[in-house]
């Protein structure tokens, strides 16, 4: 099994640009998340889709959408990047939520100039 | 709403030390609460949970942790560390229902020398 994948590993924007950010898993999980990791600020959830069909924000949504796609797949696009999306950005997907083990997929590092 | 304090954001230990990385949580309903360690350029893996019962929690790699719930404490520790334990350490915590997400503290980064 490959777990969590995502596409592109590295990318470098500029401002204004958009992209969409590729996550899936292979384990059959219902739950899948994007996050954003920045220096000294942990992980913040940006957002969520507790099941197929279903998507919330999190913690920091403004400039991002997501679509999950089917229960594999869940993309998060940037429509008009900023310099302050400069992150590292992971995926992750669980069983269900809250008690389960999210399991992360290996990020994406994103530059905005 | 939840929250995740990490008491240090940086640990330096020499080879075979002990160490404990500090977690304080506030939330007004039960919570799962994880360690989770982020290797150099990796993503996130799971040291371990406290979901329910026994509250000293163990984990890999040697790894363990006491919730408190007297003291919204999650404290994680190590007999001896390693080299290898180098990495950077994240405390979360979940609401008890399906459909959250984990909330993160800011990490601490443990830096390990010989």
């Known amino acids: 099994n490959a777990g969590v994948t995502q596409t592109p590993k590295f990318q470098v924007l500029k401002t204004g640009q958009s992209m969409t950010l590729q996550c899936a898993q292979d384990m059959n999980h219902n739950s899948m998340y994007w996050y954003r990791q920045d220096p000294g600020m942990g992980l913040r959830l940006i957002y969520y889709s507790a099941s197929e069909g279903t998507t919330d924000k999190g913690e920091v949504p403004n400039g991002y959408n997501v679509s999950r796609l089917n229960k594999r797949e869940f993309s998060l696009r940037l429509e008009s990047a900023a310099p302050s999306q400069t992150s590292v950005y992971f995926c992750a997907s669980s069983e269900s939520g809250g008690w389960d083990t999210q399991y992360f997929g290996p990020g994406t590092r994103l530059t905005v100039l | 709403a939840q929250s995740v304090t990490q008491l240090d954001s940086q640990v330096p230990v020499f080879e075979e030390a002990p160490v404990e990385l500090r977690c304080n949580y506030s939330?007004?309903?039960?919570?799962?609460l994880f360690w989770y360690v982020q290797y150099p350029n990796q993503g996130l893996q799971l040291l371990l949970k406290y979901l329910s019962g026994s509250t000293l929690v163990k984990g890999i790699n040697g790894f363990e942790a006491e919730f408190n719930k007297s003291q919204t404490s999650f404290h994680l520790r190590k007999p001896s560390v390693h080299i290898s334990d180098t990495a950077e350490y994240f405390c979360?915590?979940?609401?008890?229902?399906?459909?959250?997400?984990?909330?993160f503290g800011k990490g601490t980064t443990l830096s390990v020398s010989s």
């Open positions: 939330s007004s309903v039960s919570v799962y």
């Open positions: 979360a915590v979940s609401e008890n229902q399906a459909g959250t997400a984990l909330i």
